[in-house]
């Protein structure tokens, strides 16, 4: 059964940072693109970063382009998004999601984009 797990969530002031984890089991992790979404209050789904299986291409939605990282260590099976220069309108649930194939689709944004897997996501809420 695969389980798709995110961690690292919780209160922080702006301009703070927090890092992110996602731990993946039951798949080849290694055989998945990965990718981190949020989701505010009354808003939609929105993709924040996709990475490549291996790291070498990665993307980022232009609202956190700068300020977060997104990477993987695929010994590990875990996916990692550091952010920094949190601001409020950070806020939100963030999601990890895997979708088998080593590359991010050109489509990997999209909230109804089909990823395989996703996790239950952990709260960040970024206080002014």
């Known amino acids: 059964q695969v389980q798709v797990v995110e961690s690292g969530g919780g209160l922080v002031q702006a301009g703070g940072s927090l890092r992110l984890s996602c731990t993946a089991s039951g798949l080849t992790f290694r055989d998945y693109a990965m990718a981190w979404f949020r989701q505010a209050p009354g808003k939609e789904r929105e993709g924040v970063s996709c990475?490549?299986?291996?790291?070498?291409?990665?993307y980022y939605a232009d609202a956190v382009k700068g300020r977060f990282t997104i990477s993987r260590d695929n010994a590990k099976n875990t996916l990692y998004l550091q952010m920094s220069s949190l601001q409020p309108e950070d806020t939100a649930m963030y999601y990890c999601?895997?979708?088998?194939?080593?590359?991010?689709?050109?489509?990997?944004?999209?909230?109804?984009?089909?990823?395989?897997?996703w996790g239950q996501g952990t709260q960040v809420t970024v206080s002014s």
């Open positions: 999601a895997a979708e088998a194939g080593a590359y991010c689709s050109g489509s990997w944004s999209l909230p109804k984009h089909d990823y395989n897997y």
């Open positions: 990475i490549s299986w291996f790291g070498g291409m990665i």
